[in-house]
């Protein structure tokens, strides 16, 4: 993002009036006036698909199917019923964000080029029914819309084109300062989040499909409202507004403005309306002159246009961090020690006839750490993912604080109190270092659409308190020192502790690390140890799978032993450490003395 995605809310509205004043004052050619105008409309249907494609990542090659929609709400309402098209045209985004939902709903499963087909899809349906049915929309004929004056017109003595573009040029304002508000709140990084690591979303209690409708939702209201205020241009609201042209349009304006911010697709919008126009003295040779720019631009900056801009940056600088004690990552509601916190009774998973847990029982008491050991192959990171709801067993019962889990969503399990890591380090590794602890936060302190919207002053506490749970959980793993760092960057091991410092922000009951030690030398094997030694000793429940022997029998209360699925010892590591179907299972030899030495 820009560095101007920084300023307070009151100056972006401020500088979108101020430039809506001086644009109606100063522009009296109705030309230019009607040109800027369809440029801030391209800017806006692109700034809606850049919602789906810039923050989710998922490409839409149907994105007319909103903008035409939109359009044709609008204007079948208002002439049908003799309303009035202004009111009707801030309602588009109504029925724009119902076919949101609907192929938010319908595409759940679907990603990369699936999702963007079944968008085309929808486009050429709603394209068919408009050709067709000639007694709604007219067919080819189209539906003619007149637009009455807006209030302002006279009082201030412009023109309908200077009206029109001063009523655009706040419209875009507003979506500029409600989206940068969305983007800034745990919605946005939810979105993010989905995008970069859609497992790691779920573990920290993200919904990952209702985060994933929610986007669709607000991309497809805003490319309606676009379509909608493209009609007092056009006057003849057509089918060709749900065609491959448009969407191929608002695809490549968010492209070639850049989709990775606000910014961007409204510099290419205004690029596919003012360039073209601007090559109007090369005739025939002007389309094929913008494709090469085009492609100059994707080529060159792959950023996008808005790269260009001075002070262009990706991630935000992290804030000043202070100093926090350890008993301040955990949440005040920590069951009472010694009670039984997750009970496994009889988990049986199996691959293709092959047993990956079998008969798996065994119980954790809260304010205990437990591990969880075995050879390779032995059904660890499968009972983790049972547990976690990643997989579902065949047979057998999870209880989490009393309530069976099977068959909830990872999502809903987090939000019960059992987060987990995961084996290979999962982060999102565009983002920095504190962003990645920021978007764990997402449960800790739920965030309302309006209030994030509007970022109401409880909005901007909640996120105060967000922002220093991410920096006591990233000082707790000793990652304060490099919060501005792209998550990307940091060595494999500094990338399994902000996984854990991750799995701390999403204040978990229970804490299920897979592996946290694996990458990490001696040393920070062992800083890690006296951090989960001093985190069980403030109260959290933790189970801990790793092949850190030496670590695991200094560190466990217990240890639950697994081999081929099954578990063989359970016990204090002193017990299981003389177990000797444990050293039969590790060394081949039933010899206690092996595992000593």
């Known amino acids: 993002m820009t560095r101007i995605s920084t300023w307070p809310a009151g100056i972006w509205l401020a500088a979108g009036v101020a430039a809506a004043f001086l644009a109606a004052f100063l522009i009296d050619s109705p030309y230019v006036a009607g040109l800027l105008a369809y440029a801030l409309v391209l800017g806006m249907f692109a700034l809606g698909l850049g919602v789906t494609l810039g923050q989710m990542g998922y490409v839409t090659f149907g994105h007319a199917a909103f903008f035409g929609l939109g359009a044709y709400a609008a204007a079948l309402v208002s002439t049908k019923f003799g309303l009035n098209f202004w009111l009707m045209a801030f309602l588009a985004p109504l029925p724009g964000a119902a076919l949101g939902i609907l192929v938010g709903f319908a595409s759940a499963r679907l990603g990369g080029a699936y999702f963007a087909i079944a968008t085309l899809t929808t486009a050429e349906i709603l394209r068919l029914i408009a050709a067709n049915w000639i007694d ?77 409708v929610s986007n669709i939702a607000i991309s497809g209201g805003i490319a309606a409202l676009a379509g909608a205020l493209l009609v007092p241009k056009i006057f003849v609201v057509t089918p060709d507004l749900l065609g491959v042209g448009y969407s191929a349009t608002g695809l490549l304006a968010t492209i070639m403005g850049g989709k990775a911010s606000l910014l961007g697709p409204l510099l290419g919008g205004f690029a596919f309306a003012v360039l073209p126009e601007s090559l109007r003295f090369v005739d025939a040779a002007r389309l094929a002159i913008f494709a090469v720019i085009l492609l100059l631009v994707v080529r060159l900056m792959p950023g996008g246009i808005v790269s260009l801009l001075p002070g262009f940056r990706r991630n935000a600088p992290a804030p000043a961090f202070g100093q926090h004690k350890l008993p301040a990552l955990l949440r005040p509601d920590l069951p009472a020690p010694g009670t039984d916190v997750l009970a496994v009774r009889g988990l049986q998973k199996s691959f293709s006839g092959l047993k990956a847990t079998d008969d798996v029982s065994f119980t954790v008491r809260a304010s205990e750490l437990v591990g969880l050991i075995g050879p390779n192959g032995a059904g660890k990171t499968t009972c983790f993912n049972l547990l976690s709801g990643f997989a579902r067993p065949d047979a057998g019962d999870v209880l989490c604080l009393g309530r069976s889990i099977v068959g ?190």
């Open 408 to 597: 909830l969503a990872p999502h809903q399990i987090a939000g019960q109190g059992m987060v987990r890591s995961f084996q290979q380090a999962a982060i999102c590794p565009t983002l920095t270092v504190h962003e990645n602890a920021l978007i764990a936060t997402h449960r800790a302190a739920p965030e309302p659409f309006l209030s994030a919207l509007l970022r109401l002053p409880a909005c901007r506490r909640r996120e105060d308190e967000r922002r220093l749970r991410a920096e006591a959980c990233l000082g707790a793993m000793d990652l304060l020192a490099r919060a501005d760092e792209l998550a990307s960057a940091l060595p494999y091991g500094d990338q399994k502790l902000l996984a854990i410092a991750m799995a701390l922000a999403a204040q978990p009951k229970i804490l299920l690390l897979d592996e946290p030690a694996a990458g990490l030398n001696q040393v920070e094997a062992a800083a890690l140890a006296k951090v989960l030694g001093d985190l069980r000793r403030a109260g959290l429940t933790i189970v801990v799978v790793d092949h850190n022997l030496k670590m695991m029998m200094a560190l466990c209360d217990r240890i639950v032993v697994l081999h081929h699925g099954a578990k063989i010892a359970e016990g204090t590591p002193e017990t299981v450490r003389n177990d000797a179907a444990v050293v039969q299972a590790y060394f081949g030899v039933a010899s206690p003395e092996a595992v000593a030495s």
């Open 136 to 212: 709604l929309t007219r067919g080819p004929m189209g539906v003619l819309v007149t637009a009455p004056p807006l209030p302002w017109q006279t009082a201030f003595g412009w023109g309908q084109q200077q009206s029109y573009l001063f009523l655009l040029i706040l419209v875009v304002t507003l979506l500029l300062v409600g989206l940068r508000n969305l983007q800034r709140s745990p919605l946005g990084r939810a979105w993010v989040a989905v995008r970069e690591a859609p497992d790691l979303a779920e573990s920290l209690g993200i919904p990952t499909v209702r985060a994933r």
